[in-house]
């Protein structure tokens, strides 16, 4: 007799409740998220712009004026995030405000003030980077293999 | 050997079938806003409740919570002779520090936000069994508390999902005697592990919706009742999405069709409160029981209900290991 395989069968159940979740699952609203994003985003950087021209115009020099404005972002960043407003922001903006530098601030800032309850070394030390941690790790690990590419290929 | 209290697979029904004498309800800002605010006993109007730490404020909750259900009956802490309480926390320390406080014997219980569902059924078998005659079920969540735990720190600017849910900011206690009037557990279901391979840590609605359709179906089954034996039939925190696919499981076992069918996490906030796909966690299904459920049995709007607690059983690091979500519901049975 061919006696069915009970990890067969749920396999089969599974697959009937996945078919049936595709139905029922609102497809998230892309359109409206992408325009929020590019907005919000957008509006962002264009602030970072105007302090950068106006750095520029009192004839600071191109790499100190960029320092300065991404030393003002991450401030704002900070400053946003520490009122409240940030994740409120960041809610409907998504990744309009998390790819800008003020995001990496958020990240940042949202762990020290969540972790700081649990004290300085166990908390905001050991913490700090459980949100933009990964971001440095493998930036680094690029920055190197280019690094690594660039020794080889342009000797 | 037989007691003769167990019916089926999974189902027992009680020979004394303990009182729920007093009850209460102490939610969070946002759930008081939600369309039930005036149907709990007390609401708090800041999320750390006058405490250093979310989690300080979800022991305080639960704490109060307990506190205020016994004063209802004016009684003290040493009347209590158990306390069955759990939450969401790793270690369930909001319920232990609770505890600690108040000095009832204490049993912590963790079922995630089926735990209402799991302190009813225990509470109820141990004074059916004629261990205890005055016992206190309870269970509470913060969501703030819960989102550092399970996601990320509050502050970040994150992204929700249309299937995400809001994890609600409540505590319900329920005194059980085993005499006196008011509504009464008559009986209930033990549900099992149901996996069916969800692995969105951002929908657990989906995940648990064959969790509460299994036990519902072997509850009916157990007892041989016709599916329109409750008033009302309410799932923990399945909200809208996970209630959707649940509806969906019910028509395909033959199970209660609306409108005698809800889901406390679609019913505790209004679409406008920016929940997404509704709530969640402990404190859901406790507060919606403790608040609008059990006044409406009192009044006499239904009289029999089935509560059907469900819960999501990961934990962040089983998730990003890549397990899928186990879930589970228990189901009691509470008549006037």
Same mark, same amino acid.
């Given at each position: 007799?061919?006696?069915?395989?009970?990890?067969?069968?749920?396999?089969?159940?599974?697959?009937? !409740?996945?078919?049936?979740?595709?139905?029922?699952?609102?497809?998230?609203?892309?359109?409206?998220?992408?325009?929020? /994003?590019?907005?919000?985003?957008?509006?962002?950087?264009?602030?970072?712009?105007?302090?950068?021209? !106006?750095?520029?115009?009192?004839?600071?020099?191109?790499?100190?004026?960029?320092?300065?404005?991404?030393?003002?972002?991450?401030?704002?960043?900070?400053?946003?995030?520490?009122?409240?407003? !940030?994740?409120?922001?960041?809610?409907?903006?998504?990744?309009?405000?998390?790819?800008?530098?003020?995001?990496?601030?958020?990240?940042?800032? /949202?762990?020290?003030?969540?972790?700081? %309850?649990?004290? !300085?070394?166990?908390?905001?030390?050991? %913490?700090?980077?459980?949100? /933009?941690?990964?971001?440095?790790?493998?930036?680094?690990?690029?920055?190197?293999?280019?690094?690594?590419?660039?020794?080889?290929?342009?000797? | 050997?037989?007691?003769?209290?167990?019916?089926?697979?999974?189902?027992?029904?009680?020979?004394?079938?303990?009182?729920?004498?007093?009850?209460?309800?102490?939610?969070?800002?946002?759930?008081?806003?939600?369309?039930?605010?005036?149907?709990?006993?007390?609401?708090?109007?800041?999320?750390?409740?006058?405490?250093?730490?979310?989690?300080?404020?979800?022991?305080?909750?639960?704490?109060?919570? #307990?506190?205020?259900?016994?004063?209802?009956?004016?009684?003290?802490?040493?009347?209590?002779?158990?306390?069955?309480?759990?939450?969401?926390?790793?270690?369930?320390?909001?319920?232990?520090?609770?505890?600690?406080?108040?000095?009832?014997?204490?049993?912590?219980?963790?079922?995630?936000?089926?735990?209402?569902?799991? +302190?009813?059924?225990?509470?109820?078998?141990?004074?059916?069994?004629? @261990? @205890?005659?005055?016992?206190?079920?309870?269970?509470?969540?913060?969501?703030?508390?819960? *989102?550092?735990? *399970?996601?990320?720190?509050?502050?970040?600017?994150?992204? +929700?999902?249309?299937?995400?849910?809001?994890?609600?900011?409540?505590?319900?206690?329920?005194?059980?005697?085993?005499?006196?009037?008011?509504?009464?557990?008559?009986?209930?279901? #033990?549900?099992?592990?149901?996996?069916?391979?969800?692995?969105?840590?951002?929908?657990?609605?989906?995940?648990?919706?064959?969790?509460?359709?299994?036990? #519902?179906?072997?509850? @009916?089954?157990?007892?041989?009742? +016709?599916?329109?034996?409750?008033?009302?039939?309410?799932?923990?925190?399945?909200?809208?999405?996970?209630?959707?696919?649940?509806?969906?499981?019910?028509?395909?076992?033959?199970?209660?069709?609306?409108?005698?069918? +809800?889901?406390?996490?679609?019913?505790?906030?209004?679409?406008?409160?920016?929940?997404?796909?509704?709530?969640?966690?402990?404190?859901?299904?406790?507060?919606?029981?403790?608040?609008?459920?059990?006044?409406?049995?009192?009044?006499?709007?239904?009289?029999?209900?089935?509560?059907?607690?469900?819960?999501?059983?990961?934990?962040?690091?089983?998730?990003?290991?890549?397990?899928?979500?186990?879930? #589970?519901?228990?189901?009691?049975?509470?008549?006037?």
């Amino acid at each position: 007799m061919n006696v069915p395989n009970p990890d067969k069968l749920k396999k089969i159940e599974i697959q009937e !409740y996945d078919n049936l979740l595709q139905q029922i699952k609102p497809k998230p609203a892309i359109f409206t998220n992408c325009v929020w /994003a590019f907005t919000v985003g957008g509006l962002i950087c264009m602030l970072a712009q105007i302090i950068q021209n !106006y750095l520029l115009s009192t004839g600071m020099s191109k790499i100190d004026a960029s320092s300065i404005t991404s030393v003002t972002m991450i401030f704002l960043g900070a400053l946003f995030t520490g009122i409240g407003i !940030y994740d409120e922001l960041g809610k409907k903006a998504g990744a309009g405000t998390i790819v800008p530098i003020t995001g990496f601030a958020n990240a940042i800032v /949202a762990s020290a003030m969540e972790f700081k %309850r649990e004290g !300085y070394v166990f908390g905001v030390g050991a %913490r700090l980077f459980s949100v /933009a941690g990964p971001t440095l790790v493998f930036g680094f690990a690029v920055a190197v293999l280019i690094g690594l590419i660039k020794v080889f290929f342009t000797s | 050997m037989a007691s003769g209290k167990k019916r089926g697979k999974q189902t027992v029904v009680f020979d004394n079938p303990p009182v729920l004498t007093a009850w209460s309800a102490v939610v969070g800002p946002k759930e008081g806003d939600g369309p039930w605010g005036k149907d709990f006993d007390f609401i708090i109007d800041d999320y750390m409740f006058g405490e250093k730490t979310w989690e300080k404020a979800e022991t305080k909750m639960l704490r109060e919570t #307990i506190k205020l259900t016994l004063s209802k009956r004016f009684f003290t802490p040493e009347d209590v002779e158990l306390l069955l309480a759990g939450d969401l926390l790793n270690q369930t320390v909001s319920s232990n520090f609770a505890a600690r406080e108040l000095q009832i014997p204490y049993l912590g219980l963790y079922g995630a936000c089926s735990t209402m569902a799991e +302190s009813l059924v225990t509470g109820s078998m141990l004074m059916d069994g004629g @261990f @205890f005659e005055r016992v206190v079920a309870a269970s509470c969540s913060h969501h703030y508390a819960s *989102y550092r735990q *399970y996601r990320f720190p509050t502050e970040q600017g994150v992204q +929700s999902t249309p299937s995400t849910q809001w994890t609600a900011t409540a505590a319900g206690a329920i005194l059980l005697e085993a005499g006196g009037t008011g509504p009464r557990v008559t009986s209930a279901t #033990i549900g099992k592990v149901i996996d069916m391979g969800q692995t969105d840590m951002a929908d657990m609605g989906c995940a648990m919706a064959p969790a509460a359709a299994d036990t #519902i179906k072997t509850h @009916f089954d157990d007892l041989g009742r +016709s599916t329109d034996y409750y008033d009302l039939v309410v799932t923990g925190d399945l909200a809208k999405i996970g209630m959707a696919a649940a509806e969906q499981l019910f028509i395909r076992d033959g199970l209660v069709p609306k409108p005698n069918y +809800s889901d406390c996490g679609v019913l505790l906030y209004d679409e406008t409160q920016g929940v997404d796909a509704g709530g969640s966690g402990c404190g859901c299904c406790a507060a919606m029981l403790c608040g609008p459920l059990l006044k409406k049995i009192v009044n006499g709007d239904i009289s029999k209900l089935l509560l059907v607690a469900t819960g999501a059983l990961m934990s962040p690091t089983t998730s990003f290991q890549g397990e899928s979500i186990p879930a #589970i519901a228990h189901a009691v049975a509470i008549e006037m």
